[in-house]
């Protein structure tokens, strides 16, 4: 007969004898995880890998699980010793679904039997040969991985079935079944994790109280100490329904400090215990356990495996070319080729930004794609340049390209706005001079001019220099340096951006449009300059990080031919200067 065939005679097995059961309730309250996770008294979210197995053997010892009441004054101790040894295993059959089962083995039990309490009277403790408990058949589906989502989530159906003495109060005497949900995630300091679910248990009479259906209810933190050792807190118990539970107190509940260190080859050991923290009926003044189980170790992931990169350079008549390689991406790499071929061996596997250029040449830039152990093949075609403007916009302190939009004839009729996100505007245009403003966010504005060269690619470098925000205009008295009162709010801000900034230097720069005698805009624009420093000064700002300069109209970043654009060269700006 097929090996997973006895598992199912053996549970029809057991059903029978269920129905002549005498009904009981369990009062070992311990029940080990089957699947071994990070915690013992209760199932997490995690799965073992498919078609890997756990196995555990726990011994255990409660002091006094169970006391019933006798009268107001009195209380008959049934179980005032329990050893127990828990046998547990675990099969996944696939990454996110196992079976489990766990037998305990009532090795010594000294106690009473129900019919041993009532009237009043304590009758005398006899001590009991090894017997079973209830078996226990469990399904565990993991419906979130932790890792792959911020928390795991995991649902484990169970079954017990009625194998224990329940005349002693270690089994039911009827199959019970229900299912728990796992809650868990991994906190900064620790690993915590929740558990609550439903057993479905009928109604029975146990001395004289009617006990229903529970509901098992645990909560535990896992920490990882040093060289392998960890240690859980673990809150574990049942709420149940009952009636008239005077004799029989419900709802037990204890907290264990349990210890795991990692013997070699998958196994660990396993030690702790703790206290019960109710008087229900299971829950012991103490609890200790030692033993030992198997958990298969972690495959070891192989890291993905470097690829290679073949670049061939051609002109349009396939031509091989020599020429400078650049690549940008997962890793940086410089380079040229050798007779038109450049070849990289041990690339980290990804996409790679590829830029190909050489003198008299238009710069081709084109992607591709690095995969492990394969060789990416490229052709990067070069073409003669035709009348080309490119435009590179820098910040001026650390030469990083900066997203921008260049403004053509700024401010004049036609004027044109580009927003480049890559830092680099290029595009053919016609022989002559072209006008254009760089601006980025967060730095300051420059105006200038470059002329186009016939048939080839003129380049202009713009370095922007970084600028504090205003959020508002200045606005000064007509032909005057007096700062009027609804600039306040603007200078005010600029205030609290230069002491939360702390740079090394902040220059205040003075601007003026066209309109009067150049000698006239000088000095209106250094007493304007001047005059906001001293409300600045005026608001904390330490004096030696400002430093006032006038450009008057030397430095416009719009056209003076428009009113709009004479408007715009009226201002007043606030340079930074960083410390190294």
């Not at 009952?242 to 998958?266: A, M, T, V």
């Not at 001026?396 to 700024?410: K, Q």
Request: contains cysteine; negative net charge; proline residues 6%.
């Amino acid at each position: 007969m097929p090996r997973r065939w006895w598992l199912v005679v053996v549970l029809l097995a057991l059903i029978p004898a269920a129905a002549g059961a005498q009904e009981g309730y369990n009062a070992d309250l311990l029940r080990p995880s089957m699947f071994g996770g990070r915690y013992l008294t209760f199932e997490d979210a995690r799965m073992i890998a498919a078609r890997s197995w756990t196995a555990g053997a726990l011994l255990g010892y409660a002091n006094a699980p169970v006391d019933l009441s006798v009268d107001h004054h009195h209380a008959n101790p049934i179980l005032d010793d329990l050893v127990t040894l828990d046998l547990t295993g675990g099969y996944a059959v696939h990454d996110m679904a196992g079976l489990g089962v766990a037998m305990p083995l009532h090795l010594f039990t000294r106690g009473r039997s129900f019919g041993d309490v009532g009237g009043g009277r304590r009758a005398t403790a006899h001590e009991s040969d090894m017997a079973l408990g209830d078996l226990r058949v469990a399904g565990k589906v993991r419906l979130v991985e932790e890792g792959v989502w911020p928390m795991g989530v995991a649902v484990t159906p169970f079954v017990t079935f009625p194998t224990g003495d329940a005349s002693r109060l270690l089994g039911e005497g009827r199959i019970t079944g229900g299912a728990t949900v796992s809650y868990e995630i991994d906190l900064a300091w620790t690993h915590f994790a929740l558990s609550g679910g439903w057993q479905y248990r009928g109604g029975s009479e146990v001395l004289g109280t009617r006990v229903r259906n529970g509901f098992p209810l645990a909560a535990g933190f896992s920490r990882d100490v040093w060289d392998g050792l960890n240690f859980s807190l673990e809150l574990h118990g049942e709420a149940y329904e009952s009636q008239n539970n005077r004799r029989f107190p419900g709802n037990p509940f204890e907290l264990d400090l349990i210890g795991r260190y990692p013997l070699g080859g998958g196994l660990r050991l396993l030690v702790g215990g703790g206290p019960g923290l109710t008087a229900g009926v299971g829950s012991p003044k103490f609890r200790l356990v030692a033993g030992v189980d198997y958990l298969p170790e972690p495959h070891a992931v192989t890291p993905p495996s470097a690829g290679d990169l073949r670049l061939t350079v051609q002109d349009d008549a396939g031509q091989r070319l020599e020429a400078e390689i650049g690549l940008e991406g997962p890793e940086l790499r410089l380079g040229s080729t050798s007779h038109g071929v450049f070849i990289l061996t041990d690339l980290a596997p990804g996409t790679y930004t590829v830029r190909a250029s050489r003198a008299d040449y238009e710069t081709t830039v084109a992607q591709v794609n690095v995969i492990a152990g394969q060789v990416a093949a490229q052709t990067i075609v070069l073409r003669k340049p035709a009348t080309r403007l490119t435009i590179v916009v820098l910040d001026d302190h650390d030469g990083v390209r900066l997203p921008c939009t260049i403004v053509f004839n700024p401010g004049g009729p036609g004027e044109l706005a580009v927003t480049v996100e890559s830092g680099e505007y290029s595009a053919r245009r016609d022989p002559g001079s072209v006008a254009f403003t760089a601006e980025a966010a967060g730095h300051e504005a420059v105006m200038t001019s470059v002329e186009v060269t016939p048939d080839k690619i003129t380049t202009a470098t713009v370095r922007l220099r970084k600028k504090l925000t205003k959020r508002g205009q200045i606005f000064f008295d007509l032909d005057s340096a007096n700062v009027r009162p609804e600039s306040n709010a603007t200078l005010d801000d600029i205030a609290a951006q230069i002491k939360a900034l702390h740079p090394a230097h902040v220059i205040i720069e003075g601007h003026s449009s066209n309109d009067g005698p150049a000698e006239h805009n000088l000095d209106l624009s250094r007493r304007r300059a001047a005059a906001v420093r001293d409300y600045l000064i005026a608001r904390g700002v330490d004096p030696q990080l400002l430093e006032a300069q006038a450009f008057g109209s030397a430095r416009p970043i719009a056209s003076n031919d428009t009113d709009a654009g004479r408007e715009r060269n009226r201002r007043v700006e606030f340079i930074i200067i960083e410390r190294d």
